[in-house]
């Protein structure tokens, strides 16, 4: 007769196998049974699984460790092309929504500043319907070399506007 009985304390948690009677069983050999004891109340009850120990590897060759060890490699190494790869994608698709967002931008500056230049002109018209036309030329020149500045600071210097310099 085989009697299992539970581990005397929580901290060895492997149960305890008996043999009773005084014929071995089958064959001459005792055969272990292994029944889970009582879980450790603190690690399953939580939730939270216990941590794993590395895995000796004192049974294997030196030719198998060097095996072992390239394999895990060679995975390793296919992971970070996976990512890197992704990444890529991730960011060629950034750069394709940034050019297009760049061409809106650009063509909705270039109908405000058609709009402003429309404008400027319709108020130079109604100021000289009113008789303010010598007050219309200064503001205007004044205007226009600002404007001129700025677009040369783009174009030729490649300097980014600084508008906020400027008396507008």
């Known amino acids: 007769m085989v009697v299992v009985a539970a581990a005397p304390s929580a901290a ?5 196998v008996l043999l ?4 071995p069983a089958s064959g001459g050999r005792a055969l272990p049974l292994m029944v889970p004891g009582p879980r450790a109340a603190g ?5 939270t699984p216990q941590a794993r120990k590395r895995q000796r590897l004192t049974h294997l060759s030196p030719e198998e460790k060097a095996l072992r060890r390239k394999l895990k490699n060679r995975v390793a190494a296919q992971t970070a ?3 890197k790869k992704a990444r890529m994608s ?6 394709v929504d940034l050019e297009e967002e760049n061409q809106k931008l650009q063509l ?3 109908l405000l500043r058609e709009k402003t230049h429309g404008l400027v002109i ?6 000289t319907r009113l008789g303010m036309n010598a007050l219309v030329t200064e503001e205007v020149s004044e205007a226009e070399s600002k404007v001129n500045l700025v677009i040369y600071q783009i174009r030729v210097l490649g300097l980014p506007p600084n508008l906020s ?3 507008l």
Not at 20 to 23: A, E, P, V
Not at 43 to 47: D, K
């Open 20 to 23: 009773l009677s005084g014929q």
């Open 81 to 83: 092309r996976d990512r």
């Open 12 to 16: 060895s948690a492997a149960p305890k």
């Open 122 to 127: 319709e108020n130079q018209e109604l100021r």
């Open 108 to 110: 909705e500056n270039q």
């Open 43 to 47: 690690s399953e009850a939580s939730g």
């Open 165 to 167: 310099s400027l008396p």
């Open 90 to 95: 991730e960011l060629e698709q950034q750069v």
